[in-house]
């Protein structure tokens, strides 16, 4: 699989969509996507890091295709992701004439993805569109299973709706230009796949992991497949996350959630910064409950460390701050009855969803860790 084009398909039946992966897929993206298009019509979303980058390949192709377009270009960061953005985008949307037949394009990371695909979710009650992640994190997560979201004023994506692209392009390509940070915190999900459900996938990493980040092509088309495959699989099984198979993908995600709310949802740790120590945390805290061997959890906390992301509270100034992080995991959106919903590991590669953790196992925990 050196440099070339994987396809694999998202089981949804009518709503059922291909995600292809590989390099050169930006500059191609044109023939992609009119075969799928109602209206020869694309209004690419964007923010003004990958505009600069990014935007020109794509545009040429979608003239090479012969499809009219209008580019909006967002600033970048969470902060575009509120109601004043998301207002002035689909203002901005409508003033291109659009019909229900237009194609929207999401360039960009999750940020992006998020915003647009919730402006295709409700511009003229549902619009097609087309997510074309450039950040690891977009390639093997938000863009793919449906999530679209803004932010409000009470906490992070709770405006949105379930709404499949029509397509995903993930080009490898587009990473070149990826910061390291950023490429880092993607792979931290990629490690969650390994973590939740193929112990297999997590040895290969372990092993290797070096190659993906040095944006080796076999290595990160393997890791990025590998990565949309079992969220394909997840989603097709559990499109609305009414079980537990899509809660799954949550692990490391609620203790991630509190030290993203805590540090405010910035650059003082990014997503996958918060979920990287969320498995750790995880892991740490079902050995506490004699749920799983201590030597697993060794093995997940070295393997982020020398990937150079966080494995301890204190690396973030959030040691000894228990309750602090309780509030935000008991504000957390899979929070059911009172009981705070954990995903836990059993060992690498094998973990459950359990919807009664103490809260007073959790703050010793909490107030125990480093
Ligand atoms: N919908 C879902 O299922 C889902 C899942 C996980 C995360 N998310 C959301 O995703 C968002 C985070 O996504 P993200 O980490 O991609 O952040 P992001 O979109 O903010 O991108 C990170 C930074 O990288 C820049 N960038 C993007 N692509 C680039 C490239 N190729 N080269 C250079 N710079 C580039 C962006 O401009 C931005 O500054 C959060 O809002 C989160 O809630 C959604
Ligand atoms: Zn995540």
Redesign the pocket.
């Known amino acids: 699989m050196n440099g070339t084009i994987e396809t694999l398909r998202v089981e949804l039946d009518e709503r059922g969509y291909d995600i292809l992966v590989g390099p050169g897929l930006i500059a191609t993206a044109g023939e992609h996507i009119r075969p799928l298009m109602r209206r020869k019509q694309a209004v690419v979303v964007t923010?003004?890091?990958?505009a600069k980058?990014?935007l020109k390949p794509l545009t040429d192709s979608l003239d090479a295709a012969g499809i009219a377009h209008h580019s909006i270009i967002l600033p970048?960061?969470?902060g575009t992701?509120d109601l004043a953005h998301f207002g002035r985008l689909v203002d901005d949307v409508l003033a291109c004439n659009i019909e229900r037949g237009t194609m929207l394009v999401a360039l960009?990371?999750?940020?992006?993805?998020?915003i647009c695909?919730f402006a295709a979710a409700t511009l003229l009650r549902g619009i097609d569109f087309v997510q074309i992640?450039?950040?690891l994190?977009?390639q093997v997560?938000?863009s793919v299973?449906g999530?679209?979201?803004i932010n409000t004023a009470a906490g992070?994506?709770l405006l949105g709706a379930f709404y499949q692209p029509r397509l995903v392009l993930a080009d490898s390509g587009?990473?070149a230009?990826?910061?390291r940070r950023?490429l880092l915190?993607?792979y931290a999900?990629t490690v969650k796949y390994g973590l939740i459900a193929d112990a297999g996938f997590f040895d290969w990493l372990d092993g290797d992991a070096r190659k993906v980040l040095e944006l080796e092509p076999a290595a990160l088309n393997r890791a990025v497949i590998t990565s949309c495959r079992m969220k394909a699989e997840i989603v097709a099984r559990d499109e609305r996350e009414t079980g537990d198979a899509r809660a799954l993908l949550n692990f490391g995600h609620t203790f991630g959630h509190a030290l993203e709310a805590e540090t405010g949802f910035g650059d003082a740790l990014?997503?996958?910064e918060a979920v990287a120590l969320g498995m750790v945390l995880a892991f740490d805290f079902a050995v506490r409950m004699g749920l799983c061997n201590g030597q697993d959890a060794t093995r997940v906390r070295r393997h982020i460390e020398a990937m150079d992301l966080p494995t301890e509270l204190g690396a973030i100034g959030l040691a000894g701050k228990p309750d602090a992080l309780l509030a935000h995991m008991g504000k957390d959106k899979k929070v059911r009855d009172g009981t705070i919903t954990l995903i836990l590991p059993r060992r690498i590669g094998d973990a459950f969803v359990t919807r009664d953790a103490g809260a007073q196992d959790l703050r010793a925990f909490l107030a125990e860790a480093a």
């Open positions: 923010d003004e890091i990958v980058a990014h970048p960061g969470e992701k960009g990371g999750g940020v992006v993805g998020d695909g992640p450039t950040t994190l977009a997560d938000s299973g999530k679209t979201a992070k994506n587009a990473l230009t990826l910061p950023e915190a993607g999900e990014l997503h996958g």
